[in-house]
């Protein structure tokens, strides 16, 4: 019997097999909203670059990597072509003058948001053509999903 057979018969959902459709759900619109907002102006690996830097204020190279989790190589090779199109700026370390610290430019800032906007306008399109009961349960497992991630 499928999850939802399950659901409309009133049967128990089975916690892992729940997580399992989740996940995948999850990972399926992340890898869909990461395709339609790239295109010739960032890739998805600036992006998420961009969106740290703007979220999370001026990092190292190797924060970046680190949290990316790439290699310090493709991390630089990021970093370049952000610079080259002046979405990002570097500056010498405050405490370590051997490191850089890399932060967003308002250029940048435009770019990010434009891809947001983009994002935003993909999944905006999708869900409005939802049922509206449809879209009550997708905000509240919404809401579900960000309580969740906050713990």
Same mark, same amino acid.
Request: hydrophobic share 35%; aromatic share 2%.
């Given at each position: 019997m499928s999850q939802k057979a399950k659901q409309d018969s009133g049967d128990p959902i089975n916690p892992d097999t729940l997580a399992i459709d989740l996940r995948t759900a999850v990972m399926r619109t992340?890898?869909?909203?990461?395709?339609?907002?790239?295109?010739?102006? +960032?890739?998805?690996?600036?992006y998420t670059v961009l969106a740290h830097l703007d979220g999370g204020g001026p990092s190292?190279?190797? &924060?970046?990597?680190?949290? &990316? #989790?790439?290699?310090?190589?493709?991390?630089?090779? +990021?970093?370049?072509?952000?610079?080259?199109?002046?979405?990002?700026?570097?500056?010498? #370390?405050? &405490?370590?003058?051997?490191? +850089? /610290?890399?932060?967003?430019?308002?250029?940048? /800032?435009?770019?990010?948001?434009q891809a947001r906007g983009q994002r935003t306008a993909w999944l905006a399109q999708r869900v409005a053509g939802l049922s509206p009961e449809d879209?009550? +349960?997708?905000?509240?497992a919404a809401h579900i999903m960000q309580e969740m991630s906050a713990q």
């Open positions: 992340s890898r869909r909203l990461r395709v339609e907002a790239t295109g010739e102006t +960032i890739t998805p690996g600036q190292t190279p190797r &924060e970046l990597a680190q949290r &990316e #989790h790439v290699q310090g190589p493709s991390m630089t090779r +990021i970093i370049n072509a952000l610079a080259e199109q002046d979405f990002v700026s570097r500056t010498t #370390h405050p &405490e370590d003058g051997r490191q +850089i /610290k890399v932060a967003i430019t308002p250029a940048g /800032k435009a770019v990010l948001e879209r009550l +349960i997708l905000s509240r």
